[in-house]
């Protein structure tokens, strides 16, 4: 941790980050790159267009006119998410695993996207980040609801919550979503690194959260210097949460239909269909004997686009759909469920597949 605060104090005097992207699949539409060395190592990210923000918006007064989103390979750790939002003048925010950085000059041809990338400061608390903060000290009203054994985890429907989790929960009610590295968040984590300048925390506020010493009183403090500091009034009566329209589901293109006819083609026989998907981890044995449809569509993904996100992308979101919409068909897990009904005929599945091709064919260019 110290090594990195000490790349990004240095990265204070260096000038933006050149970031060059070319289209490496066109099918998908995800574009490759990079901007140089960045956070101590250099990292290769891919962005894709998305139709809104996953992690909440920054500004409640406007809107970014396009959203990429994507991942950057992070040293000794899996991909991290990234998110691109961009504004009518070229200006925009890269979303990273490391904080939120401005961008500008962006500009795209047929053939390159670049843009220049700030990473000397993080980008500046926003309104709705002091409403975040406000929230979060409100919810945080006694010990009752305080967890003082913090995880980082943070399911929704929890009923107690420590400092990252009333952060992360009062921020999806404010912002319609949640970033780790939010600026409401990241003032909070600079007024611990002053009040605990000499203790070894790896995760500052889970630890802060979790220190034997830290009271309740001295959360309420850590909240209240935070609006200060935003200029932000903890008297002013809180609004009501957020109204969220759906989660952006993934954009369907030509490729999601192409996808589709690869999965027939893999189950162009009864021989060929393994009507015993067995596997709950989501993964696909070369030895497997036939192909289950669900290990239909992550070879077929594979196959077609180069990649499988895991069942997140549109295909995977439409299969679901499409097996929700079937009169009488009720099933948890639904491609595995639906693969190993013996209800099921064979040329029930090719049904299936038509039908499924056909939704996504409705969706393209939507």
Not at 186 to 207: F, P, S
Not at 261 to 277: F, G, T, V
């Amino acid at each position: 941790m110290l090594s990195l605060i000490i790349a990004i104090l240095a990265a204070a005097s260096a000038p933006p980050a050149h970031c060059a992207f070319h289209e490496a699949n066109a099918l998908v539409h995800r574009w490759e790159g990079g901007c140089g060395p960045l956070f101590e190592q250099t990292p290769r990210m891919k962005l894709e267009p998305a139709r809104g923000l996953e992690s909440g918006r920054w500004r409640a007064d406007i809107s970014p006119s396009a959203v990429w989103a994507g991942t950057m390979s992070d040293s000794g750790y899996d991909d991290a998410a990234l998110e691109l939002e961009l504004y009518n003048d070229k200006t925009g925010i890269l979303r990273t695993a490391y904080g939120w950085y401005a961008v500008r000059s962006f500009a795209r041809t047929r053939d390159s996207m670049t843009f220049a990338l700030d990473t000397s400061a993080e980008v500046p608390p926003s309104p709705l980040d002091v409403e975040i903060i406000r929230r979060a000290d409100a919810m945080l009203s006694s010990n009752a609801v305080w967890n003082r054994a913090d995880n980082r985890r943070c399911p929704a429907r929890a009923t107690t919550w420590s400092i990252y989790c009333v952060l992360d929960r009062a921020a999806v009610a404010t912002s319609c979503g949640t970033h780790h590295r939010r600026p409401a968040m990241e003032a909070v984590r600079g007024i611990i690194d002053e009040r605990t300048a000499n203790r070894d925390y790896h995760h500052r506020l889970m630890d802060y959260n979790n220190d034997s010493t830290t009271t309740l009183a001295d959360v309420h403090s850590l909240f209240r210097e935070a609006l200060a500091r935003l200029h932000g009034s903890e008297d002013q009566p809180l609004g009501p949460p957020a109204v969220c329209p759906p989660p952006p589901e993934p954009i369907v293109t030509v490729a999601d239909t192409m996808i589709v006819s690869q999965m027939e083609r893999l189950l162009s026989s009864a021989d060929l269909w393994n009507k015993h998907d067995a596997d709950s981890l989501d993964t696909c044995p070369a030895t497997m004997r036939g192909v289950t449809l669900r290990c239909a569509l992550s070879r077929a993904s594979m196959e077609v686009a180069g990649e499988y996100d895991g069942g997140g992308g549109a295909v995977a979101r439409e299969a679901r759909r499409a097996i929700d919409a079937l009169p009488h068909r009720q099933y948890d897990e639904r491609l595995i469920e639906f693969n190993n009904d013996p209800a099921i005929s064979f040329d029930d599945l090719r049904r299936y597949l038509e039908l499924l091709k056909s939704r996504l064919a409705k969706e393209i260019g939507r």
